[in-house]
């Protein structure tokens, strides 16, 4: 019978007490705990590090603008006239 294995990638657990970022590239431990303030639920977040199809299209669909100068897109022009005036 074949070893079935999923994506190769990273795995970034935060904390939701204080942000805290901790990242493992194998299993985490079933019980973790945030060194910063001792919190113990964690939002995850897997990156994955092999390029395929599925992948590419994810990251695609998901991606957001680095751009300064883009608006968003919840964002009427008058919000942004108002952000720019502050």
Known sequence: ???MR???????LVCLTCGNEKSFETTPPAA???DKCR???FRNYFTPTERDEATLSLLEQ???STALDDASPESS???VRELRNL
């Not at 999923?6 to 970034?12: A, F, I, K, N, V």
């Open 1 to 3: 019978m074949a070893e």
């Open 32 to 34: 973790l705990t945030c």
């Open 39 to 41: 919190g113990t639920v």
């Open 77 to 79: 022009a008058d919000e």
């Open 62 to 64: 998901t991606e957001r």
């Open 6 to 12: 999923g994506p190769e990638g990273l795995l970034t």
